[in-house]
């Protein structure tokens, strides 16, 4: 067995911050339903990310932008009912706090109503801080999330290292700063130079997690499926598989398949 916390108090932004501040690294990953959540928050992980992910991963969707409000609310309620220790952070999905602070607070205090979840993650730097703002003072926590924003795919038109000139690095130190002074508990960075990335989590008091940001954060998040090799065609340098599921699924299920056509399924002790 890897890692199992004996410590099952619940994580809290404020335990969050007293990690960053003891120079505790935080563990992230994601989920999207109720059986994975479990596995997850009973191995260990300090947060669990409810992330518009989902769209791709489980709705088969290209990119983030098509996943509802609805659907969102959706694998937010599974994944709270079984978390008992994790910060559990659903995304806001795209166009549910770009347009006005008001429909942002409102997006927002029904997720929280419906799902239990413990704070919200929106994509963003000045261009949304007046919804950051509005979320916040409906207390509700916010995780900021710069870097590659995966929302803004169409803009950006590729998924490649953001930040690697100096105008955009410039311009992400000033919205994580400005992230910080609003209030957000804590800021996820993905797919950033290393270097940049490790000035703004020492610069930053609030914690600082990476994707594809290298290790000078203060903690790390993967996709979940991807962590677990669920996937075979996503091959990012950032990426570690601990597990092969590709394999030990696909081989299992062939396995099944031979038995039930060759009525080795079920066998007398397998029923009634
Ligand atoms: O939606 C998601 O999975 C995310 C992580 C990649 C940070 O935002």
Partial sequence: MAYISDDRRKVTTHRLAEMKARGEKISMLTSYDYTMASLVDGAGVDVILVGDS?????????????????????????????????????????????????????????IMKITHADALKLEGGEE?????????????????????????????????VRAKGEEEAEKLLRDARLLEEAGCFALVLEKIPAELARRVAEELTIPVIGIGAGGGVDGQVLVVSDMLGMT????????????????????????????VKSGDFPNETEQY
């Fill in 54 to 110: 989902a769209s791709n991963v489980m709705a088969g969707n290209m990119t983030t932008l098509p996943i509802t409000l609805e659907q969102m609310i959706y694998h937010g309620k599974s994944v709270v009912k079984a978390v008992k220790r994790a910060l559990v952070v659903v995304d806001m999905p795209f166009g549910t706090y770009q347009a006005s602070d008001i429909e942002a607070v409102n997006n927002a205090i029904q």
């Fill in 128 to 160: 949304i801080l007046p919804s950051v703002r509005r979320i916040l003072a409906a207390g509700i926590p916010v995780m900021g999330h710069l870097g590659l924003m995966p929302q803004s795919i169409n803009k950006f038109g590729t998924y490649a």
């Fill in 232 to 259: 075979k065609d996503f091959s990012p340098r950032f990426l570690r598989r601990y597990a092969d599921l590709f394999t030990i699924v696909t081989e299992a299920v062939g396995h099944y398949v031979e038995d």
